[in-house]
């Protein structure tokens, strides 16, 4: 894996909560940051395939309500 820097800017009380989580774990800062940022995208990710899901399904929803309405209509 290539890493390379990214420069960001925290609260005061982020960078001292990371500090702590460094030293009580043992792993090192940066490292803490790179699992946060994927478990935020990972996160993001799963958002986005629920809500396509929830659309895939209010579209076969409306699929089958028009359908029942022709199958009234009969």
């Given amino acids: 894996m290539v890493l390379k820097t990214y420069a960001a800017k925290l609260e005061e ?7 702590k989580l460094s030293k009580g774990t043992k792993i090192p800062q ?3 940051l ?3 940022v994927d478990l935020l995208l ?8 629920r809500l396509e899901f929830l659309k895939r399904v ?3 929803l409306e699929e089958d309500r028009e ?8």
Wanted: hydrophobic fraction near 40%.
């Fill in 13 to 19: 009380r982020q960078i001292e909560a990371l500090r």
């Fill in 30 to 32: 940066a490292e803490l």
């Fill in 34 to 36: 790179r699992q946060a």
């Fill in 42 to 49: 990972e996160r993001w990710r799963s958002e986005q395939e």
């Fill in 58 to 60: 209010d579209e076969d």
């Fill in 67 to 74: 359908a029942m309405e022709r199958l009234a209509q009969l």
